[in-house]
């Protein structure tokens, strides 16, 4: 978490806002959520390599580009890992099913097996003790009698359910031959789908990887300080950003907040790369950086202000400066209608950046801008 603002600060504020006789803030918000995420269909991202190879990467439009490709990466590595985890699902059954016919096919021979047994057992007594010769010749001169007749017409029987219980294994053998032959090419098949997958995944995660290297490494560049194993990095992996918003307000890790070009201040990550996209472009304008008063602020911080300044401050939780989306700023833009207030409304929301409705008027805060992800433009 941010350490608490110091009291000299906290002086420099209360007496700023006293001199300006505008009102702190005292609403409630609703939690924005992560930008859209377009759906890719292949493969694409040159853009990281000839980013990388920048030596001046001071184009709020190249590290704007840079977040979106590194959240397009993103979204293409879940959406392999979502259809790899499907087809695997999809094996899973197929191999279920299959196995339900095996069984089957195997209680079907079972069940051919017994029946066929008591017939074996009849056609052998018949070989071991056959007709006399003086009850087959009566048969074949046309004067059998009704014990012959029916004594053949048993054995015609026997013969013929022995032939269709031959013909129904002949069957069974085929079904189970080609069972046998479809479970061996679903296996095959699966195997080489799934390698193929794991090796797509595979490098849209290397692929993901180098794009958010690449975003740190602008970030360092315009400002950003990190640690020498490059720790608070992570939380400017605009990834993280969705994950961040899991967290109750206030209460974000500061892991996964980003830190501003301005010391002591940090925001949710992809809050962060658009508002220093913003504070190039404003610095091209201006020849200065914006100057920060506050950003995210953690329960504590609120509860301190709100119980300090009853009434002006928004109540503990419900403020989006603990959502790490909002920004209190200074250097000119505090003030209404000045050049810095309208050039950043203006400008602002082509970076995601705006001045919220009740700002204008209850309470009238010119000083306090917020982030909105689906209204980031920059192409």
Sequence with gaps: MPAPRSAGLIAVVV???????????????????????????????????????????????????????????????????????????????AEKELETKLQTLAKAERHLAQIRQPVSQMAELLYIQPLASDAIMPFLAGDADADTLRAMASINHIVMVRQQAVDRT??????????????????????????????????????????????????????????????????????RAATAGEYPNGLIPRSMLCPLQQKGFSLRADATIAFVSLNEAYKRQFGKQMCVTDAYRNLAEQQSIYYRRPGFAAVPGRSNHGLGLAVDLCGGVERFRSAEFNWLEKNGKRYGWFHPDWAYSSPFEPWHWEYDPKMDTLP
Aim: with cysteine; glycine share 6%; hydrophobic share 40%.
């Design 15 to 93: 007496a700023m806002t006293s001199l300006l006789g505008a009102p702190a803030e005292a609403r409630q918000v609703q939690k924005t959520g992560p930008a859209n995420l377009a759906d890719p269909t292949n493969l694409t991202g040159n853009l990281t390599g000839n980013l990388t190879g920048s030596s001046n990467l001071a184009d709020p439009a190249d590290l704007t580009e840079l977040r979106k490709e590194a959240e397009k990466a993103a979204q293409e590595l879940e959406d392999a890992n979502k259809a790899l985890i499907k087809r695997r699902t999809e094996f899973e059954a």
């Design 170 to 239: 002949s069957v069974l053998t085929e079904q189970s031959e080609k069972l046998a032959a479809e479970a061996q090419e679903l296996r095959a098949g699966n195997l080489l789908a799934e390698a193929q997958m794991a090796a797509e995944v595979d490098l849209l995660r290397k692929r993901s990887d180098k794009v958010v290297k690449s975003l740190t490494a602008a970030l360092v560049k315009m400002g950003i300080k990190i640690d020498k194993v490059g720790r608070a990095a992570l939380g400017c992996n605009p990834l």
